[in-house]
């Protein structure tokens, strides 16, 4: 690369998991450099450290987060694109990496915007978030096997009696039928294992939310919200005067697609275009407040009577509208560090009935 239009160029990368492949426009869009090379720091910081500041479209993946961090501290304008809005590169009939490259290079240079740019999370949050990802693997993988168990008791005519996840394999050990014990017990002891390390994840997390983000505290005053769901929350927003009112329900995806024709505009399903893991936790916790043991509240209230439309759909979506608002709740008190009401717009709708 010549140093006399280096920066005034755009380069895309394509992020492989050993190798990767750069293309570079320089300032009237033609291909100067392709270029391959390795997926390490080494690499990246070999090629990029002499290249006086340019611009750097990279696309979200698992490597972005260390790209972005290295890139950017060698002095490079590093964009980290949304996979969601590429349509352009996914859906094209000659996509190999060279491409993707060129393509990401060419939309940084015309207009960045168009790329949906994302901003990655500091070290410590990503380390955290890793911590709380952890859990959630262990907590999937016990909740398979334990599925595994009761389906292979049951296709011996026998049922295990019900109880918590955290007791089932010690519980379950003393109802497994003879023929299966062979079979049965190493898995429950692995159950047994899971819910011991499981719970030191719990403490971690309970401990992390005490000490470390006590922002947390005011989250974890709505009923159903616990540690998990409410140190998500705050690592995943970090910063919550990003969004403004209710932006944060579509950008987690709670909001439903638009697709208005004339006269018509017909209600689509929720767009899923946010962060999935907080989403599904807003979703848990929706559950809970809508369920038997949730607490009288706004928010069950506001559940209830969409669900009263009738029918699962209308129950469905009932849990859906509940998530949302309480993304929207979180944010408020989050900002505002308010003691919380449950019950506050019921007493302001006594205090101020309606006309007839």
Known sequence: MSES?????????????????SCVLDAVGEVVEEARLMTTPAALRQRFASCPPARIAIEASTHSPWVWALLT??????????????????????????????????????????????????????????????????????????????SSVKAFGARLSGCSTAAFGRRAARQVP????????????????????????????????????????????????????????????????????????????LRPKKKPSGSRDPELRISKAGDRELRRLLVQ????????????????RFGERIALRGGKAAKRRAVVAVARKLSVLLHSLWLTGEVYEPLRNARRERRCPQPA
Not at 6 to 13: A, N
Not at 226 to 235: K, R
Request: proline share 5%; with cysteine.
């Open 178 to 253: 003879r023929e299966l014990r062979q079979a049965l017990i190493p898995v429950l002891r692995t159950i047994e294992e899971l819910s011991k390390r499981i719970a030191r994840y719990e403490r971690r997390i309970e401990m992390m939310c005490r000490e470390q983000y006590p922002e947390t505290r005011v989250l974890r005053q709505v009923d159903g919200v616990g540690p998990v769901t409410s140190l998500t929350y705050v690592l995943k927003l970090e910063d919550p005067r990003r969004f403004k009112g209710r932006s944060v329900g579509a950008w987690l995806g």
């Open 73 to 150: 501290e060698l002095g490079h304008e590093v964009l980290v694109a949304n996979p969601r809005k590429l349509r352009m590169i996914f859906t094209s009939d000659s996509k190999t990496d060279r491409f993707d490259a060129a393509q990401l290079a060419r939309v940084a240079r015309l207009d960045p915007k168009l790329l949906h740019p994302i901003q990655h999370r500091g070290p410590r949050a990503r380390a955290d978030l890793g911590l709380l990802r952890s859990r959630d693997m262990l907590v999937r993988t016990r909740a398979h096997l334990v599925t595994h168990v009761r």
């Open 5 to 21: 239009n280096t920066s005034e160029m755009t380069i895309g990368i394509d992020l492989g998991d050993k190798h990767s492949q």
């Open 285 to 300: 916790s929706a559950q809970y407040i809508l369920g038997p043991f949730g607490k009288d509240s706004d928010l069950r």
